[in-house]
């Protein structure tokens, strides 16, 4: 079966332009969403890469920044009956799979992820079948239908050891939907990868060359690079991992500067742990790139605090941006996600 290339076309990425808010309209709109939160019964979990100040409230008012595994994780054990996920819409559903008791909602269903949109059910399920000995990884970011199609699903913080374990018995991998990450995974592992040909529109655009010339002005600095970016760029890394390893390992090291090649939403993180450091944006295309906003995911760029509170003060709004699966689809997602858990 020849696989055409899943990467999505740049009119398939929207531009979003955040609005800007003055300290005051920060102030109030955090104190809103708060009470809006207390009344609902709801605890907001966000992700590394949406707005800071969204990050700064979901802790704020006793939610989590973190990763999508944690997120889903910290929703299911927290006590409140309704979670609201400031994320992309697959992190909304895998929070609704491991909570299928509770309400998610997410502040807009609009944020999608160009991994997700670039591996469609149908297509991936004739993948599967065209290719029936291999066992099925999925990342995370992908749709719940895509995870039900699955034999385990993996977040970037445990794909590595994963794969090798499968492989160390045997096993042929079927892996979708990034490619730079399925070939950074075989390549450290040696294991029989046939790879889906996504992509993710913010990652894809950082550029080794402009890389390398960054690095030559600040030799001293740490080069941090999240393996869903290309090859040339994960070789020049020092450390390659996922969001949590990359806040972790800028914190461990000793350099007071690093290059990061990241969604740039994860420096507000990275900057209050370690304010004595300096942290830059590794170099992308500019101007020509799919990603618009280049270094900046415009589906995350969504999750802001007007919308958040446009949403949690309208009930159509709530209503319209609630998650939902089907409980079936979602039982047979549990499976993989509840293997990975248990690795
Ligand atoms: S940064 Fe990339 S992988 Fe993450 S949500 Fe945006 S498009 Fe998807």
Redesign the pocket.
């Known amino acids: 079966m020849n696989l055409p290339d899943y990467s999505l076309s740049a009119d398939r990425v929207p531009v979003y332009e955040a609005r800007t808010v003055t300290p005051s309209e920060r102030d109030a709109l955090m104190t809103d969403i708060a009470a809006l939160l207390e009344a609902r019964d709801a605890v907001l979990v966000a992700h590394y ?1 949406v707005d800071g100040d969204v990050q700064d409230l979901a802790e704020s008012s006793g939610g989590i920044v973190s990763d999508s595994l944690e997120m889903a994780r910290f929703g299911r054990d927290h006590p409140a009956s309704a979670l609201i996920v400031a994320g ?1 819409r697959f992190m909304g559903e895998t929070a609704k799979i491991l909570s299928p008791d509770k309400r998610v909602f997410m502040p807009t269903l609009d944020a999608e ?3 997700d949109l670039g591996c469609p059910p149908p297509e991936f399920r004739a993948f599967c079948e065209a290719n029936e000995d291999r066992t099925v990884v999925v990342y995370a ?1 992908t749709s719940v239908e895509v995870k039900a199609l699955s034999d385990w699903v993996v977040t970037s913080s445990v794909a590595l050891p994963i794969v090798e374990s499968l492989a160390a018995r045997g096993e042929k991998i079927l892996w979708a939907p990034d490619k730079h990450l399925g070939r950074y995974i075989q390549q450290q592992t040696g294991a029989d990868m046939l790879l889906w040909s996504g992509a ?4 894809e655009e950082f550029k080794s060359k402009a890389l390398l010339d960054l690095k030559s002005l600040y030799p001293e600095a740490g080069v941090l690079v999240h393996p ?1 970016s290309p090859a040339a760029v994960i070789d020049i890394a020092d450390v390659v991992g996922s969001t949590s390893r990359i806040v972790q390992a800028a914190t461990e090291l000793p350099n007071q500067m690093f290059i990061v090649a990241t ?1 740039r939403g994860i420096f507000h993180k990275l900057r209050q742990l370690n304010p004595q450091k300096r942290f830059i944006e590794a170099p992308t295309a500019g101007d020509g790139a799919t990603c618009r906003s280049c270094a900046h ?1 415009p ?2 760029a969504m999750n802001e605090l007007q919308v958040l509170a446009d949403t949690l003060n309208n009930p159509e709004r709530m209503a319209a941006n609630e998650i939902h699966v089907e409980p079936e689809v979602g039982r047979r997602a549990m499976v993989p996600l509840k293997r990975m858990l248990a690795f």
């Open positions: 890469y992309v992820c160009s991994l970011n993710c529109v913010v990652h869903e969604d995911c589906w995350m």
